[in-house]
């Protein structure tokens, strides 16, 4: 059986639990579209309601897709969509999701990626998710420090982390595939100190990435072309796309660094932090740019306690 094919079965059966009758609308776009395939005839061989629409590709991670495309949305019990720029941060995704939809999404996932992590135990990886996002919840301060650099602190006070499970069965449930990782906006304007992104931002970093925090904006980016390029990526959307929008957690022990945020960002014993657009996990800042910069082998404390050094979970 093909091994793409295969891992999609056990998104839509797993992690979708998708059933016989059910409405499900897989989106996607011409780089991935043997991805939205696959998953189309994963949802077909469960008996479900599928169709497949595919976009033009959008330019930039969180922007919208077409308006007729959103409205319609709404009408499915399932959507899962694998495109090559990230639909979770729209508002044509929430809306569905606020509505009775359940997605995954899967932005630039590589076929690799795919048939290496969709087989994973999300329960086990759920689990520690949910018990890393509880800890981060109650905490009023976090702060992170690395190796290569990185120190930054910010209040989480009043925020909520949640846990991308990768179990997606109860209408309006939403998680990235692969999943697994918690995270949580900082509150606005209070982030403060250094980023340095020495994992994957722009594609795997050769040279690592500084980027210069000041009340909760990235005011100075340094390094060679990938900083540059982060600054030609962030340019279009002014100030808010500097946002320090997300710190987050990874969680799941069959991901590995390999230049796709998608799957990098999910690498157990990795942190990252994002700039951007917040609204999707509770912030106030909207912005078509949501970017990810992934640290390696980061030092995480939550008000006093430490739950990670050096890259190892703590709980």
């Known amino acids: 059986m ?20 059910e409405s499900v609308l897989v989106i996607t776009d011409h780089p991935l579209r043997k991805i939205g395939y696959a998953f189309w005839e994963a949802a077909k061989e469960v008996g479900a309601e599928v169709m497949l629409l595919e976009i033009l590709p959008r330019s930039s991670n969180g922007e919208e897709p077409p308006d007729a495309v959103a409205k319609f949305m ?31 999404t899967l932005p630039g996932i590589l076929e690799d990626t795919m048939e290496r992590t969709l087989n994973a135990d999300y329960h086990e990886i759920a689990k520690r998710s949910i018990k890393v996002a509880e800890i981060v919840s109650r905490g009023k301060t976090a702060k992170v420090t ?45 982030a403060n100190g250094i980023i340095v992104v020495d994992g994957s931002m722009v594609g795997k970093v050769k040279k690592p990435i500084r980027i210069v925090v000041k009340n909760g904006f990235a005011t100075d980016i340094i390094g060679d072309e990938s900083a540059s390029q982060l600054e030609k990526m962030l340019e ?40 951007g657009d917040n609204q999707s996990m509770g912030g106030n800042v909207s912005v078509p740019s949501h970017l990810d910069g992934i640290l ?20």
């Open 2 to 21: 093909d091994k793409l094919f295969k891992a999609a079965q056990v998104a839509v059966n797993n992690c979708l639990a998708v059933k016989k009758g």
């Open 74 to 104: 709404k009408d499915f019990d399932v959507l899962i969509i694998p495109t090559s720029k990230s639909m979770s941060h729209t508002k044509a995704r929430r809306d569905a999701c606020e509505g009775k939809s359940r997605c995954v």
């Open 296 to 315: 390696l082998k980061p030092s995480l404390w939550i008000d006093d306690k430490k739950i990670m050094e050096d890259g190892v979970l703590k709980i």
């Open 146 to 190: 690395t190796p290569a650099g990185t120190n930054i602190s910010m209040n989480i006070e009043g925020r909520t982390c949640e846990a991308d499970t990768g179990l997606v069965h109860k209408p309006g449930d939403f998680s990235n595939l692969p999943a697994g990782e918690a995270y949580i906006a900082p509150v606005e304007g209070t």
């Open 236 to 275: 279009p959307f002014g100030q808010p796309a500097r946002n320090v929008a997300e710190l987050g957690i990874g969680t799941n022990h069959k991901a590995q660094i390999v230049g796709s945020v998608l799957e990098d960002e999910k690498v157990m014993g990795t942190v990252h932090m994002a700039l």
